[in-house]
């Protein structure tokens, strides 16, 4: 969620005091809440409302929030209907019951309880949209490991492993489909290139020069997942190296070698 303040933060006291906001929603709110009096004005009021609601036979509205809410229902009249402001009728005694009780909130009560209602259903269908778009991200997350997996399970797929000395070293994995011409590399323990720096994979054919490829970084955590390169399918590329590079990538490597390994069958 972008950066929030108070006043764009109005429309979500209703859901706040319900209980309906996301993690992040009620996040911001509250980050904004502990700077704006007016917002913790507004939720004091909800919450008053919604335990009023809640009492029943129990117990009867605060006078003050009647006379609050009273207010602000004269407010609103003169704002809407260019009126003068007519006096607020005080609390008038009641028994304890919930007619009573109802009544007693009267008109403001009702006019907060559907502005509440009404930004609560905005509230969860703001909710819903952000779980649909989380479920779609999902799916379309696993529908590309799925394809990476019937790719590295093709019976005709190769793999060369990509090794450097050292203790715990980086590792690369390449699962190249000869069949098709395509490979996939899966990296891991190898930290990300330096700033303004990229590694980039490198096809080494039987003769000749090393064969320019994809350029790319890993994750914070070492990882990486590269699918789709393409290689030559006429049998001409022997194995494949890695090296850092200029984050644009390269004609020909620049630096040494990181890691190398050549396809089964070859040297």
Known sequence: MSHATPESMRDLVAGYALGALTPEEARAFEAALSSSPELQRELREHRELNAVLALAEEELPPPELKARLMERIDQTKR???GGRPGPVAPPAPARRSFTTVVMGAGLAAALLVAVGL????????ETVRTRDSVLGAREQLLAQREETLNAILEPSVQLVTMVATGKAPPVAQVFFDPARGRAIVHTFRLKPAPAGRAYQLWLLPKTGNPIASRVFNTEPDGHGLERA??????GSIAGFALTEEPAGGSLQPTSAIILVGNLPGTK
């Not at 390169?229 to 006429?234: E, G, K, L, N, R």
């Open 79 to 81: 704002a809407n209907l």
């Open 118 to 125: 009404s930004l609560e259903v905005r509230t969860l269908n």
């Open 229 to 234: 390169i393409q290689v030559p399918v006429d």
